[in-house]
């Protein structure tokens, strides 16, 4: 009977395979009934039992913010060794949230996925083919200074951080000055880890419409063509269609043309390098704007940016067959390239006054 026990342990231990502890609890946001957000304490808390449940997940730190406080972040990889070199075979993929402190759609939703990943097999499995860097929280010290009041036109959570870091400075614009560690801190991470596909998770700031979450590429003339293509023809296309049968329907991230006048039409451009979509179109990276709707409530944004992660994933994982790292690559060679001397650079240019006419569902 003894034998019997011990081979029956042998075996239960080996079938757990990678799950040091399966037993994850909900996230703070999940516990809350969907209305709260965690501080940061509760925050690295939770992503330290993410990395203690599944030996897949990391926990680590990349830098300091302004007061001094650790930057978070959280790697699913399945290579042993915990570094750029060890994943080059793969799609790298870098989420940012909380780059603006009062709208953490993205902690929570990343936070979930991250536990799904550390859980689920389904979900581990796409660590075959692409390495996730999560940032829960890069504003660090504005997310600290919390309140009910601080986006008084959002719909939750009951409490949310501060737009600005501690040096009163607005982190979505020092892409290109770099004043601040916190920008920093991540231009070293792009460094080290050159990632080939970036998501910033925000909540928008004005406008009523339908739509859960709006988004925004550069597929405006600011990135390499081929890159620029795959956006347009291989990935939106995807994530279209999985967002609507998910329920949480998409649109471009919603400007008027006039502020405050949806008559006078919606309009779009090609983000300048202080922002960090722009900035990460200058390293050939293509960047994802994620912009929940802030009149919906929190359950529903943070649910839509959590899909939106994950269909992301999904398809880079599954549907794309590293077309998009070879395009990367390929990018980044023809910027080394003599080539690239003879290519003509716009200086400047003279918006069009074409129109075409899409479908909006208003509010």
Same mark, same amino acid.
């Given at each position: 009977?003894?034998?019997?026990?011990?081979?029956?342990?042998?075996?239960?231990?080996?079938?757990?395979?990678?799950?040091?502890?399966?037993?994850?609890?909900?996230?703070?946001?999940?516990?809350?009934?969907?209305?709260?957000?965690?501080?940061?304490?509760?925050?690295?808390?939770?992503?330290?039992?993410?990395?203690?449940?599944?030996?897949?997940?990391?926990?680590?730190?990349?830098?300091?913010?302004?007061? $001094?406080?650790?930057?978070?972040?959280?790697?699913?990889?399945?290579?042993?060794?915990?570094?750029?070199?060890?994943? !080059?075979?793969?799609?790298?993929?870098?989420?940012?949230?909380?780059?603006?402190? &009062?709208?953490?759609?993205?902690? %929570?939703?990343?936070?979930?996925?991250?536990?799904?990943?550390?859980?689920?097999?389904?979900?581990?499995?796409?660590?075959?083919?692409?390495?996730?860097?999560?940032?829960? #929280?890069?504003?660090?010290? $504005?997310?600290? !200074?919390? &309140?009910?009041?601080?986006?008084?036109?959002?719909?939750?959570?009951?409490?949310? $951080?501060?737009?600005?870091?501690?040096?009163?400075?607005?982190?979505?614009?020092?892409?290109?000055?770099?004043?601040?560690?916190?920008?920093?801190?991540?231009?070293?991470?792009?460094?080290?880890?050159?990632?080939?596909?970036?998501?910033?998770?925000?909540?928008?700031? &004005?406008?009523?419409?339908?739509?859960?979450?709006?988004?925004?590429?550069? #597929?405006?003339?600011?990135? %390499?063509?081929?890159?620029?293509?795959?956006?347009?023809?291989?990935?939106?296309?995807?994530?279209?269609?999985?967002?609507?049968?998910?329920?949480?329907?998409?649109?471009?991230?919603?400007?008027?043309?006039?502020?405050?006048?949806?008559?006078?039409?919606?309009?779009?451009?090609?983000?300048?390098?202080?922002?960090?979509?722009?900035?990460?179109?200058?390293?050939?990276?293509?960047?994802?704007?994620?912009?929940?709707?802030?009149?919906?409530?929190?359950?529903?944004?943070?649910?839509?940016?959590?899909?939106?992660?994950?269909?992301?994933?999904?398809?880079?994982?599954?549907?794309?067959?590293?077309?998009?790292?070879?395009?990367?690559?390929?990018? %980044?060679? !023809?910027?080394?390239?003599?080539?690239?001397?003879?290519?003509?650079?716009?200086?400047?240019?003279?918006?069009?006054?074409?129109?075409?006419?899409? %479908?909006? !569902?208003? &509010?």
């Amino acid at each position: 009977m003894r034998t019997f026990f011990f081979l029956t342990l042998i075996l239960f231990i080996a079938g757990c395979g990678n799950h040091v502890n399966t037993v994850v609890p909900d996230t703070y946001f999940e516990e809350s009934a969907f209305r709260k957000t965690p501080d940061y304490k509760k925050t690295i808390e939770y992503c330290r039992i993410l990395a203690a449940a599944n030996e897949k997940i990391h926990y680590t730190e990349f830098g300091y913010s302004f007061l $001094g406080k650790p930057l978070p972040l959280l790697i699913a990889s399945s290579s042993k060794k915990l570094c750029a070199c060890a994943n !080059r075979h793969k799609t790298i993929v870098l989420i940012q949230a909380c780059i603006h402190a &009062g709208e953490p759609d993205g902690k %929570d939703a990343g936070l979930m996925l991250f536990r799904d990943i550390a859980t689920k097999p389904e979900y581990e499995k796409m660590l075959e083919h692409v390495t996730v860097l999560f940032i829960p #929280i890069l504003n660090v010290d $504005g997310h600290e !200074r919390f &309140g009910p009041y601080n986006r008084i036109n959002q719909n939750g959570p009951d409490s949310m $951080g501060w737009r600005t870091n501690a040096q009163n400075l607005n982190l979505n614009r020092d892409f290109l000055n770099a004043e601040s560690p916190e920008i920093q801190a991540f231009i070293k991470l792009c460094g080290e880890w050159e990632p080939d596909f970036f998501i910033d998770c925000h909540t928008t700031d &004005g406008a009523d419409y339908q739509y859960p979450l709006t988004y925004s590429l550069e #597929i405006h003339g600011n990135m %390499d063509s081929g890159l620029t293509a795959w956006q347009e023809k291989n990935y939106l296309p995807y994530i279209e269609k999985e967002m609507e049968k998910a329920g949480y329907p998409i649109f471009p991230y919603v400007m008027f043309r006039r502020w405050h006048d949806p008559r006078s039409g919606l309009y779009t451009y090609a983000s300048p390098p202080m922002l960090s979509q722009g900035y990460m179109a200058t390293r050939n990276c293509p960047g994802l704007l994620i912009e929940t709707h802030m009149l919906k409530d929190y359950k529903t944004r943070v649910m839509a940016t959590y899909h939106m992660l994950l269909k992301s994933l999904e398809y880079l994982a599954y549907n794309d067959d590293n077309n998009l790292k070879k395009l990367k690559i390929n990018a %980044d060679i !023809r910027n080394l390239s003599p080539v690239r001397t003879t290519d003509s650079l716009a200086l400047d240019f003279i918006p069009g006054k074409d129109s075409v006419m899409v %479908d909006f !569902r208003g &509010g």
